[in-house]
T-cell receptor, first 114, second 115 residues
């Protein structure tokens, strides 16, 4: 199994630009999470999906952030327009929906907005 | 809402010694799951150990064990015979018992292992 795949691994962009982060969950997993990690705020849950449906997006910081999961094998997190304070590592994780299932994480995308 | 608190931002231990990392949580649910994840400098999140709240027996995985105190809402991680490769950030995490529940993390504890 290839694990959770995120792309790109690193992204440097200028303030005001649109950024799209991508995630391919593990096949057969039907819960998907997007987290943001910073030194100041630790690991924050931004949004999570069950069976491609957003369940809780209360962690999405602003309307500049949006996430989609068009099918079971792909999700995107978009920031438009990006700002320097969005600089962070963004993780995608997936799990089976069973009760005791742990989440498996991707390698993360390090985003730098200059 | 569920919260997870790790009150030790940093800990250190001598190689081959034992260290305990603390975690407390707050929940109104009776059915839930707790996890410890390790994040080495590579930043990959790795599951170390998990505990089902309905199980009274503490989980153990080789040198890693937990002390789960449900009434006190405490979930500490003990690392025995610490190795240099154990140096990492450790996160405690909570997941509710309903299928497809959110996974909430604590602030993390940075563990240093001294040779």
């Amino acid at each position: 199994d290839a694990g959770v795949i995120q792309s790109p691994r690193h992204e440097v962009t200028e303030m005001g630009q649109e950024v799209t982060l991508r995630c391919k969950p593990i096949s057969g997993h039907n819960s998907l999470f997007w987290y943001r990690q910073t030194m100041m705020r630790g690991l924050e849950l931004l949004i999570y999906f069950n069976n491609n449906v957003p369940i809780d997006d209360s962690g999405m910081p602003e309307d500049r952030f949006s996430a989609k999961m068009p099918n079971a094998s792909f999700s995107t997190l978009k920031i438009q327009p990006s700002e320097p304070r969005d600089s962070a590592v963004y993780f995608c994780a997936s799990s089976r929906r069973e009760r005791v299932a742990e989440a498996f994480f991707g390698q993360g995308t390090r985003l730098t907005v200059v | 809402a569920q919260t997870v608190t790790q009150s030790q931002p940093e800990m250190s231990v001598q190689e081959a010694e034992t260290v305990t990392l603390s975690c407390t949580y707050d929940t109104s649910e009776s059915d839930y799951y707790l996890f410890w994840y390790k994040q080495p400098p590579s930043r990959q999140m790795i599951l170390v150990i998990r505990q089902e709240a309905y199980k009274q027996q503490n989980a153990t995985e080789n040198r890693f064990s937990v002390n789960f105190q449900k009434a006190a809402k405490s979930f500490s991680l003990k690392i025995s015979d610490s190795q240099l490769g154990d140096a990492a950030m450790y996160f405690c995490a909570y997941r509710g018992g309903g299928s497809g529940s959110r996974l909430t993390f604590g602030e993390g504890t940075q563990l240093t292992v001294n040779p």
